[in-house]
């Protein structure tokens, strides 16, 4: 059977990547910006289309992302972020922080639809390794380990004149390809489908005039719920209208949504009426930003279950490796998930870069990334930097006057440092630069 796959060219190790998303993209753009020629990109649907809400990247994920040459692109379509402010369900404001440059850092931290930095990171790789590069329609079935440490992948053609099954052994295999991983499945079998913590997630994007939204991203509500708002986009049109990013978060309560059963098994995506969630968010407005207005203006909802993965003691097993949601599926707490996924990236091409033994490379990028990401994935479930509006909650439930007298102003500046010194997203850091740049051989 012939095989997208079948005309593989260049030198050197062939890596294949499973998973065209945001973490299997960048770590193909990070690998032939490191020297690799022999990249591919297998993604399971069959078109590379935009999908999905928006999302924050925090400044260490930019940096890599201006030092693969793609800020320009990105920033085009997207919003810098300047403050996030945290508020206490009754309107009362818990703490402002100013955020990317106006706090201190080298690069900005962004706010942009997911659809745009897929669609800017896809162009790149086929721009850069050639359209070939990035074959869709092609799933991970499947992974065994050879006896020289290669993977043999088991491929299923979904479309197209090669439909079927075929098979495969790159030199290097990495697991990009999400929470529901098959690349992690292959590697550790029986561990059985993403936990669910009993919280349903509600996401959409409206349009609506600037002057409704602020400037500023909103995170608010109590023990029980959450919003997050912000807008992603600059003004637009005759009526300056931008994108607006919403998240809402609350437990599940019995028949309000899909069946206990189908939530257990962590489906997501599901399409629902903005009523079905809508009354439980009435009244919420913060220094003028109105919860439910922003709801109203949607054009869609989607729901999910609130799922993460165990922290694993291994992501990597001889020249196999996972990167992104597939090694560390955390909680959408603290702007985290593509920040660390685009940081996984560059990391996995410096090691591989620099060790010349590619089980070893995967073996230091594991070493490098895998302890803080088990930290952040617990920090995740103690709710990170949003513990904050749970606290004012506990000592204050009916709100305050003055947030200080609840929670001290050093409080709540160590709970900010600890969590962006656990995701090394402190200014400190991040403006050392990239630690990920591979040096270019010498000419002449």
Not at 239 to 260: F, M, T
Not at 268 to 285: A, Q
Request: proline share 8%; aromatic share 6%.
């Amino acid at each position: 059977m012939s095989s997208p796959l079948s005309s593989l060219y260049g030198n050197g190790p062939h890596v294949v990547i499973a998973g065209g998303g945001v973490a299997g993209l960048t770590t193909a753009l990070s690998l032939h910006a490191a020297g690799f020629e022999r990249v591919t990109v297998v993604e399971a649907a069959p078109a590379i289309r935009p999908v999905g809400a928006g999302l924050n990247l925090m400044p260490n994920a930019v940096r890599e992302l201006d030092a693969l040459g793609l800020l320009d692109a990105l920033a085009a379509g997207a919003l810098p972020t300047r403050e996030l402010r945290y508020y206490h369900r009754s309107g009362g404001l818990i703490s402002r922080e100013p955020r990317g440059l106006g706090a201190g850092y080298r690069w900005p931290q962004l706010s942009v639809h997911r659809a745009h930095l897929q669609q800017v990171l896809a162009g790149a790789v086929r721009a850069r390794l050639g359209a070939a590069s990035l074959v869709t329609g092609v799933r991970v079935s499947g992974v065994e380990p050879l006896p020289d440490g290669r993977p043999r992948l088991r491929l299923e053609h979904r479309s197209g004149a090669a439909r079927g099954r075929a098979s495969l052994e790159p030199d290097v295999l990495v697991g990009a390809d999400g929470i529901r991983s098959a690349v992690r499945a292959a590697l550790h079998p029986g561990e059985g489908g993403p936990p669910w913590n009993g919280m349903l997630v509600w996401r959409g994007v409206s349009r609506m005039p600037a002057r409704a939204v602020g400037s500023f991203m909103v995170v608010a509500g109590d023990n029980r719920q959450k919003a997050v708002v912000y807008p992603m986009s600059r003004p637009t049109g005759p009526d300056r209208e931008v994108l607006v990013n919403w998240a809402l978060a609350r437990p599940a309560d019995p028949g309000c949504c899909a069946s206990g059963a189908e939530r257990s098994r962590g489906d997501w995506d599901r399409s629902v009426p903005v009523e079905t969630f809508l009354p439980f968010y009435e009244g919420w407005e913060f220094d003028g930003v109105s919860i439910p207005a922003v709801l109203r203006a949607a054009d869609s909802a989607h729901e999910y279950p609130m799922v993460d993965r165990e922290p694993l003691a291994r992501w990597t097993h001889g020249r196999t490796t996972l990167v992104g949601d597939a090694a560390h599926a955390m909680y959408p707490i603290g702007s985290n998930g593509a920040t660390q996924s685009i940081v996984d990236a560059r990391a996995l091409a410096h090691a591989l870069a620099l060790h010349g033994d590619p089980a070893e490379a995967l073996a230091a990028y594991e070493r490098d990334r895998r302890p803080a990401m088990t930290a952040l994935q617990h920090a995740n479930r103690r709710l990170g930097p949003e513990v904050v509006i749970n606290l004012a909650h506990e000592r204050a439930p009916h709100g305050f006057t003055d947030i200080h007298e609840v929670i001290p102003a050093e409080e709540l500046a160590a709970i900010a440092g600890r969590y962006a010194a656990t995701g090394a997203f402190d200014p400190a850091t991040v403006n050392q630069g990239s630690p990920y740049e591979v040096p270019l051989p010498a000419v002449g």
